[in-house]
């Protein structure tokens, strides 16, 4: 019963460390998200020119159904 007692609990530090870690993740890519949204909203301002193979793929896009 103790061994499959500390089994449990060695389960549940696992799960813990890694909902720990998912969280962290998640914030690591809000973060390269926002930072990618900032980019892009900076250069819009600037006046949407794009430097040369920087502009976007319109074809591959649509090709996804993204309306652009």
């Known amino acids: ?7 449990i609990a060695d389960k549940e530090r696992t799960i813990i460390e890694l909902d720990r ?3 962290e993740l998640a914030e690591q890519f809000r973060e390269m998200l926002q930072s990618t949204l900032d980019k892009m909203t900076e250069k819009l301002k600037e ?6 193979g920087l502009l976007p793929d319109v074809e591959r896009l649509k090709a996804f159904g993204v309306d652009v």
Request: charged residues 60%.
């Open 1 to 7: 019963v103790k061994e499959k007692d500390e089994t």
């Open 21 to 23: 870690k998912m969280e």
């Open 47 to 52: 006046g949407g020119e794009w430097e040369d």
